[in-house]
């Protein structure tokens, strides 16, 4: 296929691709937020770039450019683009909608982003109620967390960097990413949280509860990334980060995913039957 990205691909192209039984779409879903020395859209670059790994891994395709959801904590900074809960729940449940209209039965959303869960899965549960069509919220927070590569090092909370590089170099955004010999990081000194924060954060975690968090000011969030000192430098880290995103998306388990949706449907179609009352858009 020229390409999986279905907002770059020509109409004919789409049909075609239901048309031989295709029905499995990969939707990467974002925020626009201050992120340290990195762009403000580097948690949108992310699950743009497992969607389109995962589109050709699975034979699927990818629906990008949602960049604007609930960012968190982050409205401190004049670069964020805020976004209610709400507002990213109703946004969501249009675009499911318009996809299973348009005839897309397999429904992945990624996302690279802490808060994501909270407007992706209310989203998924009330789009099935209604619908009985399952979305999957795919969790790459784990498989991000756990990467080790072949000599063993892992990356810590560091690895979203490490993608993010890739996933820019995959959508041909590289250019974006700074490149100055001259560059420092962010001062550590600025980075520092508030002890009453870290102090609640530390105390919810303890307790196993989701905390509202506002951070004090815009450096708290993203790291202390200093530009890169030369492009060598900037491709070498785009490649590197390349490798890990095909090897987390690989790590997980789709196409056995898909394979139970298939059996599940004809499990809610079954259930529909003997309670009428449940039948949606089938």
Aim: one cysteine or more; proline letters at 5%; aromatic letters at 8%.
């Amino acid at each position: 296929m020229r390409t999986r990205i279905l907002n770059k691909m020509l109409a004919s192209e789409v049909e075609e691709y239901l048309a031989r039984g295709g029905n499995t779409i990969f939707v990467g879903v974002g925020v626009v937020e201050v992120h340290g020395g990195m762009p403000a859209d580097v948690e949108q670059i992310v699950p743009e770039a497992m969607a389109l790994a995962m589109a050709e891994e699975y034979d699927g395709l990818a629906l990008i450019n949602l960049p604007y959801n609930f960012p968190g904590g982050t409205i401190v900074s004049n670069a964020t683009v805020q976004m209610s809960v709400r507002d990213s729940i109703d946004y969501l449940m249009k675009i499911c909608h318009s996809l299973v209209a348009q005839g897309f039965k397999k429904i992945f959303m990624l996302s690279a982003h802490g808060p994501a869960r909270l407007y992706i899965d209310a989203m998924v549960r009330d789009f099935f109620q209604e619908t009985k069509v399952m979305v999957c919220n795919i969790n790459t927070m784990r498989p991000m967390m756990t990467y080790k590569d072949e000599n063993g090092e892992s990356y810590g909370l560091g690895i979203l960097h490490m993608m993010a590089y890739g996933g820019y170099k995959m959508l041909h955004q590289e250019a974006y990413l700074p490149v100055d010999p001259n560059g420092k990081p962010i001062p550590e000194e600025l980075t520092v949280q508030d002890p009453r924060l870290v102090r609640m954060m530390d105390a919810a975690r303890a307790c196993g509860v989701g905390a509202c968090i506002l951070f004090g000011k815009p450096e708290e969030h993203g790291g202390t990334d200093a530009p890169f000192k030369s492009i060598e430098d900037r491709d070498a880290a785009c490649a590197k980060g390349e490798k890990i995103i095909h090897d987390i998306v690989k790590s997980i388990p789709i196409s056995d995913l898909q394979a139970a949706l298939d059996d599940y449907e004809g499990y809610i179609k079954d259930i529909q039957e003997k309670y009428p009352r449940l039948k949606g858009i089938y």
